[in-house]
């Protein structure tokens, strides 16, 4: 992430940050490999304070071409992959780079890196964008990992708010997604309390607690 109390949020389209950013992320990897985890989030990082977005939106892109490069071939090496994440400029961060899967898809195919995907995060493309469902389904070959929230509290996926959850898991499941649904939420109380919305899902599916089927016990 870089520098936090330098208000920084990631290195990676930063201009003139690259050799923090590739210590970064070799300490990335090192935590990576401790835990046995093979994706990392590749932070692009907010457009430099003071500075015009279109002025230097060139510029950034260049430099996160760059970095995503020499990141997908260090992480290669190590069997991992590597995801960019869109957040929205409109509520969370207005000074952050990468703000929409259009843009992330187009920066990517720029790259050229089958071991970087897409982080997508429901709550961050409902934002900017809606249309799940359609851009679920045209992003579906990029994305390597999903994030949920309810919109806009960004809390659990049962709270009052615009998204269906329900619906999109069946979505994700018909699309044939495999991998894990990062609970990207602040939760309105604890966090077992939180989980709470989990276990009402299961059982609403005829799952028992942990996801296995009444019919398997």
């Not at 401790?34 to 279109?54: F, K, N, S, T």
């Not at 992330?104 to 995060?121: H, S």
């Amino acid at each position: 992430p870089g520098d936090p109390e330098a208000g920084e949020l990631g290195l990676a389209a930063v201009p003139g940050r690259e050799a923090a950013f590739r210590q970064g992320l070799a300490a990335a990897v090192q935590y990576a490999r401790a835990v046995g985890c093979h994706r990392i989030h590749v932070m692009a990082g907010r457009v430099p304070l003071g500075a015009d977005r279109a002025a230097v939106a060139g510029e950034m892109e260049t430099t996160f071409i760059e970095n995503l490069r020499y990141a997908a071939d260090l992480l290669a090496q190590e069997n991992m992959i590597g995801l960019v994440e869109p957040i929205n400029n409109r509520i969370t961060d207005p000074r952050y780079y990468l703000n929409t899967p259009h843009q992330a898809a187009a920066i990517l195919e720029k790259v050229g890196r089958p071991n970087l995907k897409l982080q997508l995060d429901l709550f961050h493309c409902q934002i900017m964008d809606g249309n799940l469902s359609r851009n679920l389904d045209t992003y579906f070959p990029l994305i390597g990992h999903i994030q949920i929230a309810q919109v806009p509290g960004r809390h659990e996926p049962d709270s009052p708010g615009e998204l269906n959850f329900p619906y999109i898991f069946e979505l994700l499941e018909s699309l044939g997604y495999t991998g894990y649904v990062g609970c990207e939420y602040a939760p309105r109380g604890d966090t077992l309390e939180g989980l709470g919305w989990l276990r009402s899902y299961w059982e609403s599916r005829g799952l028992q607690h942990g996801g296995t089927s009444k019919a398997a016990e």
